[in-house]
């Protein structure tokens, strides 16, 4: 069964890229005044604000983290760069720790220079999640693999569908990998609920749906398309569908709004986070 409206707006979470204007305290301040009681957070504001001073002002303001981005990029043949990548994810994983969330998205690399082996790359990207598991799983982390539209796999993300992710998750225990579902790399693919389903453990596995995103999908897409992602209710992603389908998978965690989009930034941010909470209720409620 759904939640109610209220229910649901009580899991909403803001990932702190939506509001890049704000500043740590901004954003602290703004999301308990409107209510907004998750936060998802960034590895560079995190580490120039410090770590442990980033979790007690989420805490004194009433807030959780729901997820630290990004680990990963982890595709790398190079012996020195892949232990270097490793040696990032593992400070990655303990800057999670600190900030009280179990949940350290990954965006796991593009293809290495002058290469176009994809399968090599994927594993690759399996040898790391087996290496670095064990040491998340110790501080209390699952790693979140997240599968990023197609358009991005030559140059950041090699794992373009849920059906690949959930390939690499399954190779582990469901508590140390698990998956991000994020409804704009994934609105395309007719094979979504099916793995949507697999990834909430239909048939008795356990579920392996680490973190829920939202963010439309608008065109034109900009230069570089990095920075293209809509606002809820202004393109062709049925959000509800994806809402429903994921509660009927068995999660009920935080829906976290990630949006890239300068539009958003040249705004006030409690204008824009009020905005939100209203698109949330109409589009996604």
Known sequence: MSDTPAALLDRLSLNQQTVRQWSLPELADGCARAGV??????????????????????????LRVTSLCRGGFL??????????????NRAAVDEAAVLGTDTLVLVSGGLPAGSRDLAGA??????????????????????????????????????????????????????????????????????????????GGTGGAASRIAAFQLADW??????GVLLGRGQLGDGVVDLRW?????????????????????????????EVLAEIVDRFRRHVG
């Open 242 to 270: 994806f809402r429903r389908r994921v509660e009927a998978a068995g999660y009920r965690g935080p829906v976290e709004v990630e949006i890239f989009q300068p539009a958003l930034w040249a705004r006030d941010g409690a």
């Open 218 to 223: 608008v065109t034109p897409l900009p230069a």
């Open 37 to 62: 009681r998750g936060v998802g957070l960034w590895r560079q504001p995190v580490r120039e604000y410090g770590p442990a001073a980033a979790a007690r002002l989420v805490r004194d303001a009433g």
């Open 122 to 199: 994927r594993e690759r990207i399996a040898d790391a999640l087996g290496e670095l598991g064990p040491y998340a799983a110790q501080r209390g982390v699952r790693l979140a693999l997240e599968p990023l539209h197609p358009m991005y796999a030559a140059d950041r993300c090699v794992v373009s569908t849920l059906t690949q992710a959930l390939d690499l998750a399954e190779r582990f225990p469901a508590d140390r990998v698990g998956v991000v579902l994020d409804t704009y790399h994934l609105w395309w693919d007719d094979t979504v609920g099916a793995q949507i389903d697999r990834a």
């Open 75 to 88: 595709t790398a043949p190079d012996p020195a760069a892949r232990a270097a990548a490793l040696d990032d």
